[in-house]
């Protein structure tokens, strides 16, 4: 990491982490809901159903802990909005069928892991799209960071992510304007397969054809 605090993309993301001390940093930010949080309780899909609707915030459990956070940024939404777009023009060429969600929207890869990815691709063939929630391992998660978002979407959801088997996570920085697409190379372990920063063009082994010019991502005003 450069002296300047700028996180340069590597080639693997490192998912261990203490229990503890991600329980202490993350549930911290529950404890000003009215809602009765219990810090030794492992939470489901069950409890998670059963929590208040507020619209400035929004929940996830994570390997049983749940976490509360506040809404996203204009820059975070400005960013999903147009990556959404350019990633459902690809695949509606190059699966009709496929589909791309963006949050809030609920994905539960199991009965302690409820999330809420800022961007989800199911392909055509995927049964796991229910009504209410995308009940499985989706093709595709992309989460777009800020810096209080960095240490549960580089090591707590990375970790989730790998270890349930979700084939690409994708982490994209606005602030330090980085893409880094990870394939999952093994239980519990991401691969760096692409990366692109500033006003390059990223591209992906995996998807032929996609190109995606990142000035674009960043800058305010039309697409």
């Known amino acids: 990491m450069k002296q300047s605090g700028k996180r340069e993309p590597t080639d693997r993301l490192e998912l261990k982490q203490d229990k503890g001390e991600r329980n202490g940093e993350l549930s911290c930010r529950i404890r000003e809901t009215p809602y009765n949080y219990d810090a030794n309780k492992i939470y489901t899909y069950d409890d998670y159903l059963k929590l208040p609707n507020e619209e400035l915030y929004h929940y996830e459990i994570l390997d049983g802990v749940l976490i509360k956070e506040p809404a996203p940024t204009t820059l975070h939404q400005r960013v999903s909005y147009r990556l959404q777009r350019l990633l459902g023009d690809y695949f509606w060429e190059k699966d009709p069928d496929g589909e791309i969600f963006s949050a809030p929207i609920d994905l539960t890869l199991s009965n302690t ?79 760096l397969a692409s990366s692109a920063k500033g006003s390059d063009v990223f591209t992906h082994p995996d998807c032929p054809g996609l190109a995606i010019e990142l000035a674009v991502l960043w800058r305010r005003g039309r697409l």
């Not at 595709?140 to 209080?148: H, R, T």
């Not at 690409?168 to 239980?187: M, N, R, S």
């Open 113 to 191: 892991n409820v999330i809420q990815p800022d961007l989800v691709y199911i392909p055509g063939s995927s049964p796991i799209v229910e009504k209410q929630r995308i009940n499985g391992i989706p093709e595709l998660v992309v989460e777009i960071i800020s810096p209080s978002t960095q240490s549960k979407d580089r090591i707590t959801k990375a970790g989730i992510y790998s270890r349930l088997g979700v084939p690409h996570y994708w982490i994209v920085d606005p602030i330090e304007q980085t893409i880094e697409a990870f394939k999952l190379a093994g239980i519990g372990e991401y691969a």
